[in-house]
C-alpha cells in the first residue's frame, strides 16, 4: 500500500517534469524565430480610452502584417508604470513595445533600457517623421535629440468651463484669462444651493496627480523647484504665492472633498454638472463631452487656454504617451512595424472611422488637425489644443532660469520620490489638516535632503 | 515546540500502542515511506516562501533604487537606519494599528450584536442573514469605488444627501475624516466575518446551561454575561486574531480613496512599502521597510497567538 503510493507520486513527478519540458520546448520554438516565421510580440499599454481603441483595432494591423501576432498587456497607468519599469531595468524581456510618458522617456534611453528609434524612423518614409508635433517630439526624445519613443497622443492642459453656468453668473472668460479672473469666476459660479461648485481641481495626492496641476500654477506666479545651483526653492516667496493660491481657490470655491479627487474624480464631477470650471488636460475634452450627463452639458462645454499668473508665462503643461522599444526585445523589428501603424496617420483615420472622431489620439501629429472629420467634431478645442501645446515650454519652464527641463515636472529621476512626499503634504493643505507653510516647510526640508544625497550641484 | 513536548507524544505512542485496536507502531523505515512523496512538495514550498524572503533581507542590505542607480551596492545596514529615523514610517506604524485595532474593535462589536440579533428566530431570518453577510462577498474594489462615489462623496453620496436632508453642514469624508471613512467602510467589509463566526458560537453554546439559568431565575443579561459570553470567549478571540491578519495588510482600499492622504493621514505599512517600492522604485528602503514591518507584526501578532492557542488545547474553555 505504502509502496504503491510512492511509485504513483515519482509516476506523477515524472509526468509533470516531462510536461514542463515539453511546454518550455514549445514555447522556446515559437518565440524566438526571427525571419519567415510567425513571430509574436508583447505590447504593454496604459488603460487610457485612446490606447484601448488601439487594442481593439489590432485586427487591421494583423492583417497588413501577416505573421506577426500582437499580444496586449493592458494596466491601469500607476500599475503599467512599475510593471514596465521592473521589466526592462532587470532586463526580464517581458514585453517588445512599452508605453512610457514622456517624463520616463529620457529617463529610460539614458538608462538604455529602450533603443533609439531615429533610424526606424528615417527608413520608414510612409510614417512620416517631419509630421510630428515639434514640442511633442521634442519630449519623447533624448538629451541629443534622438527620437526614442513614437509618441501616441500629445497634451497640454487647459480650462474647461460651462457657458450656461457663466452666461447665468454674468461672468464672461476671455480665450487667454489670469487666474485671478479665473477666481473671480470660481466665486461668481459658485452655488451651494445646487451643488455646484465653482471649479474642480486635482487634490488627490501623486506626482501625476495635484502635483502636475499645481506646479504649472507655481511657475506662472513666478515660482520654481531648484535654482541654477540646485538649491531647493520650495518655499521661496514665489512658489509659496502660487501653491497658496491654487489651495486657496480649491479651499474656498473647490469640489467637495479636493483631496481625494483626482482626473478621475474631476472628470466625473465636471460632466455630471457638478463642477463649473475644470482646470485639466486636453486629452480629457473629448471624453467631457462624450460623458456629459445631459446634452444640455454637453453642448455648453466650452474651453479657454491655460490661466496665466502675475509672471505672464504660459502655463499649460506637456505630456505624451509614446511607444518605445524595450533593449531586450527579441523582435525589435516586428516591434517597430506595430509602432509605426500605432502612430501613423492611417491608423489615426482609422481609429476615426471605426471608433468615431472623439476616440483618437491627438496632439501627436500636424497632419490630424488637417482632417475635416476631426475638425468638426472636435471644433470647440482642436485649434486650443495645438495652441496649448505649442505655448508651453519644457526648456525654459520658469521665469527665472533653472538647471531641470519639463513644465509639470522636474526632468530628474528622483522626482517620482520627491513628487509623492510633496504631494502628499500639499493634499494635507488642501484638506485643512496643516497650513500650506507647514506643508512647503515639510517639502523642503525633504528635497534638499534627496537633493544633496544624490549629489545634485556639486 | 520543545523537547519535553515531542517527548510526550512518544510516551502518547507507546501507549496507544498496547491498545489492541490501534494500528500496529510504525518503523522509521516505514515513517520516511510515508513521507517521501511529500518531501518534494515540502521542498518546493520551502523554496517557494523561503527564497523570496531571503532575497529580501539581502536587497535590505544595499542601495538599489532602480531609477537613479544601475546595481544594487551593499551599504552596510543605512536603510534600517534610514528606516528607523523616518518620520513617516512611525507615521504609518501608528496608522496601521489605529487602522487595524479600530476595525477588529468595531467588527467584533457590531457583529456581536447582529449576531445575537440574527440567533434568535424570526420570521424571514433566512434572508436577513444572507444580507448581512452579503458585504462580505462583494468585491472589494468595487465595494470601494461604490463607497467612495455612492456613500462618502459630499454631493453625490449617501452621508451628504442626509446631511443636507436635516440641514447639516456637508462632511468632505476623505479630505477632513480620512481615518474615519475608511474605518467605517472596512467595518462594513469585514462585520460579516465576525458575524459569521460569532453565530456559529452562538449555536453551540450550551443550552441545558442557559435552561437550567432560566430556571433559576437569571434574567436575559445575566445569563448572556455568565454563560454565552464565556462560550463565545475563545470564538471571539479567534475572530480578532483573523480580521486583525486580514485588515493589516488592507492595500486596496487604501489605493482608491484616498491614495494615502492627505499627508499621509491614512498610509499604513503596506501601502507605505508599496509607495517606496512602486512609486519611487527605491527597493532597497522598501526591502529594509518589510523586514522592520514584519518584525513589528510578529511582535504584536506573538502574544495574541499564544492567547488562542488555549483555543486549540482545551476546544473551547466554556
Known amino acids: 500500500m505504502a509502496h504503491s503510493n510512492w511509485k504513483r507520486g515519482l509516476t506523477a513527478l515524472g509526468i509533470a517534469g516531462v510536461t514542463a519540458v515539453v511546454l518550455a520546448g514549445c514555447t522556446g520554438g515559437g518565440g524566438d524565430s526571427a525571419d519567415g516565421g510567425e513571430v509574436t510580440i508583447t505590447v504593454a499599454l496604459a488603460a487610457n480610452p485612446q490606447m484601448q481603441t488601439a487594442e481593439s483595432l489590432i485586427g487591421d494591423f494583423e492583417e497588413k502584417n501577416p505573421g506577426i501576432n500582437v499580444e496586449f498587456t493592458v494596466l491601469p497607468e500607476n500599475e503599467l508604470r512599475p510593471a514596465v519599469t521592473k521589466d526592462v531595468s532587470t532586463n526580464a524581456g517581458q514585453y517588445d513595445v512599452a508605453m512610457i510618458g514622456s517624463y520616463e522617456v529620457p529617463i529610460w534611453a539614458d538608462r538604455g533600457w529602450i533603443i533609439p528609434l531615429d533610424e526606424y524612423a528615417s527608413a520608414d518614409t510612409e510614417w512620416d517623421e517631419a509630421d510630428l508635433l515639434e514640442p511633442i517630439k521634442n519630449i519623447v526624445s533624448d538629451g541629443d535629440g534622438t527620437l526614442v519613443a513614437a509618441p501616441f497622443y500629445g497634451s497640454s492642459s487647459f480650462l474647461f468651463y460651462r457657458k450656461d453656468l457663466a452666461e447665468a453668473a454674468g461672468v464672461t472668460l476671455s480665450e487667454t484669462p489670469t487666474w485671478d479672473e479665473v477666481r473671480a469666476a470660481a466665486e461668481a459660479m459658485d452655488d451651494d444651493a445646487n451643488n455646484v461648485s465653482g471649479i474642480c481641481m486635482r487634490g488627490l495626492p501623486g506626482w501625476g496627480q495635484n502635483l502636475a496641476a499645481i506646479t504649472t500654477v507655481i511657475n506662472t506666479f513666478g515660482g520654481q523647484w531648484f535654482n541654477e545651483d540646485w538649491e531647493t526653492e520650495l518655499t521661496m516667496p514665489e512658489t509659496e504665492e502660487g501653491v497658496q493660491f491654487y489651495v486657496d481657490l480649491l479651499r474656498d470655491f473647490g469640489q467637495p472633498d479636493a483631496a481625494a479627487a483626482g482626473w478621475e474624480g474631476c472628470l466625473q464631477s465636471f460632466s455630471q454638472g457638478q463642477s463649473a470650471m475644470w482646470y485639466d488636460d486636453t486629452v480629457f475634452a473629448g471624453s467631457a463631452i462624450d460623458s456629459a450627463a445631459t446634452p444640455e452639458i454637453a453642448d455648453n462645454i466650452a474651453f479657454t487656454m491655460a490661466p496665466t499668473g502675475p509672471s505672464d508665462l504660459a502655463s499649460g503643461w506637456l505630456w505624451s504617451w509614446g511607444l518605445g522599444i524595450t533593449k531586450s526585445s527579441q523582435n525589435p523589428d516586428a516591434a517597430w512595424k506595430f509602432i509605426s501603424w500605432a502612430t501613423s496617420k492611417d491608423y489615426i483615420q482609422l481609429a476615426g472611422q471605426e471608433a468615431g472622431w472623439d476616440s483618437i489620439p491627438p496632439g501627436s501629429r500636424k497632419s490630424t488637425y488637417e482632417i475635416p472629420e476631426y475638425l468638426e467634431a472636435a471644433s470647440r478645442y482642436a485649434d486650443l489644443t495645438i495652441k496649448s501645446i505649442e505655448a508651453a515650454n519644457p526648456l525654459q519652464p520658469t521665469v527665472n532660469p533653472v538647471p531641470y527641463t519639463g513644465v509639470q515636472y522636474v526632468q530628474i529621476p528622483e522626482f517620482v520620490e520627491i513628487g509623492d512626499y510633496v504631494s502628499q503634504q500639499l493634499a494635507g493643505a488642501i484638506s485643512g489638516s496643516q497650513t500650506v507653510s507647514e506643508a512647503l516647510e515639510a517639502s523642503q526640508t525633504f528635497t534638499s535632503d534627496v537633493i544633496k544625497e544624490s549629489g545634485y550641484g556639486q | ?318
Open chain 2, 1 to 318: 515546540m520543545s523537547q519535553t513536548a515531542l517527548a510526550s507524544t512518544d510516551e502518547v505512542t507507546e501507549v496507544v500502542a498496547i491498545d489492541p485496536t490501534a494500528p500496529p507502531p510504525m518503523s522509521r523505515a516505514e515513517k520516511w515511506r510515508r513521507r517521501g512523496p511529500l518531501l518534494p512538495a515540502l521542498v518546493f514550498t520551502l523554496l517557494l516562501t523561503q527564497i523570496p524572503f531571503l532575497m529580501t533581507i539581502i536587497f535590505s542590505f544595499s542601495r538599489w533604487r532602480l531609477l537613479t542607480d544601475g546595481e544594487a551596492q551593499f551599504n552596510w545596514g543605512a536603510n534600517y537606519v534610514n528606516v528607523v529615523t523616518d518620520g513617516t514610517f512611525w507615521r504609518s506604524v501608528i496608522n496601521t494599528v489605529v487602522m487595524t485595532g479600530g476595525t477588529t474593535i468595531a467588527c467584533l462589536l457590531i457583529g456581536l450584536l447582529m449576531a445575537i440579533f440574527l440567533n434568535h428566530a424570526f420570521p424571514g431570518r433566512g434572508f436577513a442573514r444572507t444580507l448581512a453577510i452579503t458585504p462580505f462577498f462583494v468585491m472589494p474594489v468595487a465595494a470601494t469605488l461604490f463607497w467612495k462615489s455612492a456613500m462618502f462623496d459630499p454631493s453625490f453620496g449617501l452621508f451628504g444627501f442626509i446631511a443636507r436632508s436635516l440641514g447639516l453642514p456637508q462632511v468632505a469624508w476623505l479630505s477632513e475624516y480620512p481615518m474615519a471613512a475608511l474605518i467605517i467602510l472596512l467595518t462594513w467589509r469585514f462585520v460579516p466575518f465576525a458575524l459569521l463566526i460569532l453565530i456559529a458560537g452562538l449555536q453551540s453554546a450550551p443550552q441545558d446551561q442557559l435552561e437550567a439559568a432560566q430556571v433559576d431565575g437569571a434574567n436575559v443579561f445575566l445569563r448572556f454575561r455568565h454563560v454565552t459570553l464565556p462560550h463565545l470567549r475563545p470564538f471571539i478571540e479567534l475572530a480578532a486574531l483573523l480580521l486583525a491578519m486580514n485588515l493589516i495588510q488592507t492595500f486596496g482600499e487604501i489605493a482608491l480613496l484616498t491614495a494615502g492622504g492627505p499627508a499621509y493621514a491614512t498610509t499604513n505599512i503596506t501601502y507605505y512599502i508599496y509607495l517606496t517600492a512602486f512609486q519611487s522604485f527605491d527597493f532597497g528602503f522598501a526591502s529594509a521597510l518589510g523586514v522592520v514591518s514584519l518584525i513589528l507584526t510578529i511582535a504584536l501578532i506573538l502574544p495574541m497567538l499564544r492567547l488562542l492557542s488555549g483555543i486549540f488545547k482545551t476546544e473551547g474553555r466554556a
